[in-house]
């Protein structure tokens, strides 16, 4: 009798718990229910980039509030004067109190190949910084780019300056473009450089131009009288150097 009386209790305690338990879960449910109608029913806001970064950094800050400003943190100028998150900080395990940052994000490159190539030719020049936008336009425009500027100014070393400052024309490029007294363009930064002489050069090749002879107007406007027949083939011979250069490499890459 004694073991029947106890075998009843502990099916009945077993009986309460998952009672218990289910009474719980029901209320979990309804909280989670009312949660989501009220997240429905909430207006929408428009995504906030900045507040979210202060609110990640704010949580870091109170599980570490030994730590009264984040160092690690590695932040990336963009071309405006907003600065851009570009690193993740993480916490070591084995020292909870101590912060590390890794690498800034690569940006992505749209012709890894056409990069790599741009890229060991103007290493160690002023025209290095113009590799990414460079890399970004077609691979006929970019050879060309490439191809002119180390024979119009040496990949930068030889470039047009104004009241002192660097023009960032390294292609002998004459627009309406904030002109120095020579008449020389004078760009604000590299990315403008590439935008307006890449699209300058892109316009000419639309209209034909795929070799360095067919792209001469770039040295002589519209007809070449006034140049001798020397300086023509020489700037011909000098932009086909590293003209072919990349075209031959990534022709070579897509076999």
């Not at 473009?177 to 403008?192: I, V």
Request: aromatic share 8%.
């Amino acid at each position: 009798m004694k073991k029947d009386s106890n075998s009843n209790k502990k099916k009945l305690k077993l009986r309460r718990l998952e009672e218990a338990e289910k009474s719980r879960k029901k209320k979990r449910l309804k909280k989670l229910a009312v949660a989501r109608m009220a997240l429905a029913s909430a207006p929408k806001k428009p995504f906030n980039k900045k507040k979210i970064l202060l609110a990640g950094l704010f949580a870091l800050f109170l599980v570490n509030p030994a730590v009264p400003f984040l160092p690690a943190l590695t932040l990336n100028e963009g071309s405006n004067a907003e600065k851009k998150c570009a690193g993740i900080i993480y916490r070591n395990l084995a020292n909870p109190y101590r912060l590390y940052a890794v690498k800034p994000i690569p940006k992505k490159i749209a012709n890894p190949v056409l990069h790599k190539n741009v890229s060991k030719i103007v290493k160690g020049t002023p025209m290095e910084k113009m590799t990414d936008a460079i890399a970004n336009r077609d691979e006929t425009t970019a050879a060309f780019i490439v191809g002119i500027a180390m024979k119009e100014s040496k990949f930068g070393k030889f470039s047009p300056k104004k009241d002192g400052k660097e023009c960032f024309n390294y292609w002998g490029y004459r627009g309406k473009e904030n002109t120095t007294k020579s008449g020389y363009s004078c760009f604000d930064n590299p990315d403008h450089a590439i935008k307006v002489v890449g699209d300058r050069i892109a316009r000419i090749v639309k209209q034909g131009a795929k070799t360095p002879e067919q792209m001469i107007s770039w040295k002589c406007g519209s007809t070449c009288a006034g140049h001798s027949p020397e300086s023509v083939d020489k700037w011909i011979a000098d932009v086909a150097i590293n003209y072919y250069r990349i075209q031959d490499a990534i022709k070579l890459a897509k076999k």
